[in-house]
């Protein structure tokens, strides 16, 4: 068989069921492929960069692998910006990208679509980055990507392949799907932490991404409710636990001085699940924490984490990285919590008090006073809660998507999108594409602004292509307000902040979408709710200034 033909053969055995891809002349033998192979569902976007954020919330989503198919040159470098956003996010997606023929590589002839050292482009956004030079090598190569991606961290890998070599024909076979390797995990181990969790009055959770990719949300509650532990999420773990859950605070702690004060600070103990304590989640909202290097009041790692603290991640770099840990346990967060949670039940181990109602109503009044602080965007994200079923999916960007980190409750995991780390523009919109092509069946509301909405609004074609209703919301402000307020207040004036837009119900018009202009906030999640009732999709400009965020 062709290399190009084994390709498409080995993504079918590791179970893909869906490409993301933008068609250019050297991939034309694997699209060709793919016409033989109906069970794999191509999905062609306008640009690469939508493709791959397309392909990153399609995997958030399906807990799948989401793979691209990029050609050579200046479609490979258009995608290195959403491997950049995965590889933040620590989420597998596979990016398979063309190369010019062999007898051209790396010699800088000229010839059409070349790159320099184009693996050179994504070694920073990746865990591993591979060329395969001869058509036997393309089964192991993709179970090799597959075995990284889905053993230890979760990184972003790249496959470069020669479009001459995609054409060859060999003696090929494809291998059984590709192995998972996971830590070894220490009993002496388990038991310390045991120790340390059943030893303390006031023991904490903290939750990361590394629980979503574990698939540990079940373990996760059965340890919170065995120890009475609140739960302090990240943006990462948004919906792991349901956000209705008593124990379960969600992503507030940097927007609430009532749960530093009430529960992290008065932790005798905390166990840290699948997390590196990123910047944006330590932020203290202590007004006399130090500002950081840039002179903004960002404050990250100014958290008091508990000084004894076990730390559970699939990746040991993480463990003294940010916060020193006391006991440091390489694994994944599921299999570790299975087996704590025998430990504690083979001791019988019982909490010293019941907690739930007493953390139910801590959360209540931080959100009585988060909605105090911004009652408009409170409110408005209320609403759209209401009007949104319970097992929606919602992308978000602009003030009130960031708003939405902390105030939109979630009931499941991988369902709430953003870009919290890399901060893409763009992703949001992207991002509620990949999602309604992975659960089609789910309702996906898109919340844009319209700086970032325009980054990528050609992906409206995608949309009508494949007649994908989704509701998407332009808050639109004119400009890049969040940037504008920060260059107001640090320097009382302001620069290329201000923007030109379209008439967006023009535009939606041009698409064949439903459109609706609402001018009170009020009436938003009405628009949305009957949005989600239509058979196409619908674009929402919402003419708005909201409060500065932060």
Request: with cysteine.
């Amino acid at each position: 068989m062709t290399a190009a033909k084994a390709l498409v053969e080995t993504l079918a055995v590791n179970g893909v069921d869906t490409v993301f891809g933008v068609l250019g002349s050297t991939l034309l033998p694997v699209y060709d492929e793919l016409i033989d192979h109906p069970e794999i569902q191509l999905i062609a976007p306008r640009g690469e960069d939508g493709a791959l954020h397309m392909a990153d919330a399609y995997g958030r989503v399906t807990g799948k692998v989401g793979v691209g198919l990029i050609t050579v040159g200046a479609g490979a470098a258009y995608s290195v910006s959403a491997m950049g956003e995965a590889y933040a996010e620590s989420l597998p997606l596979l990016n398979i990208v063309t190369q010019v023929p062999t007898p051209y590589l790396d010699q800088e002839k000229g010839v059409y679509h070349e790159c320099r050292d184009q693996m050179g482009l994504f070694k920073p956004v990746t865990g591993w980055c591979h060329r395969i030079t001869a058509p036997e090598e393309v089964p192991a190569a993709i179970n090799e990507a597959f075995t990284r991606m889905r053993s230890g961290r979760p990184r972003p890998v790249m496959l470069e392949i020669p479009s001459d070599v995609l054409k060859i024909e060999a003696d090929i076979s494809i291998p059984s799907p590709a192995r998972v390797n996971r830590p070894t995990i220490d009993a002496q181990q388990v038991k310390q932490v045991a120790d340390l969790v059943a030893g303390a009055k006031r023991p904490v959770l903290w939750a990361g991404g590394g629980v979503v990719s574990s698939g540990a949300g079940p373990e996760l509650k059965a340890l919170a409710e065995l120890l009475q532990a609140p739960i302090l999420g990240t943006n990462g773990s948004r919906g792991v636990i349901p956000d209705d859950h008593p124990l379960t605070l969600g992503n507030m702690l940097t927007m609430s001085p009532l749960l530093e004060d009430e529960v992290l600070n008065t932790a005798d103990a905390m166990l840290a699940l699948g997390t590196r304590f990123s910047e944006r989640a330590t932020r203290s909202t202590d007004k006399k924490a130090a500002l950081d290097v840039t002179g903004r009041s960002a404050k990250g790692w100014t958290l008091k984490i508990p000084q004894k603290m076990a730390h559970v991640d699939i990746d040991a770099a993480e463990f003294n990285h940010n916060y020193p840990t006391q006991i440091g346990v390489q694994a994944d967060a599921r299999d570790f919590l299975q087996k704590l949670l025998a430990e504690l039940q083979a001791r019988k181990f019982k909490p010293a008090e019941r907690r739930e109602e007493q953390i139910a109503m801590i959360k209540d009044r931080a959100r009585t006073a988060l909605r105090a602080r911004v009652p408009v965007e409170m409110q408005l994200l209320d609403d759209l809660r209401a009007a949104i079923p319970r097992n929606g999916i919602l992308a978000a960007q602009s003030i009130a998507g960031h708003w939405a980190r902390y105030a939109f409750d979630m009931y499941e995991p991988g369902k709430f999108l953003f870009a919290n780390t890399f901060g893409s523009m763009g992703y949001a919109f992207h991002a509620a594409i990949g999602a309604k092509i992975g659960c089609p069946d789910r309702p996906v509301v898109a919340l844009c602004g319209d700086g970032g909405f325009m980054f990528g609004c050609g992906e409206l074609a995608t949309i009508a292509h494949y007649k994908l209703a989704i509701p998407i919301v332009v808050f639109n402000n004119g400009g890049y307000k969040i940037l504008q307020n920060t260059q107001k207040k640090r320097f009382g004036r302001h620069i290329g902040t201000e923007l030109t837009n379209p008439d967006f119900m023009k535009l939606g018009d041009a698409f064949g979408f439903h459109t609706a202009r609402v001018d009170d906030l009020g009436q938003l999640a009405p628009a949305v709710a009957n949005a989600l009732k239509k058979d196409r999709a619908t674009l929402i400009e919402v003419p708005v200034e909201f409060k500065p965020y932060r």
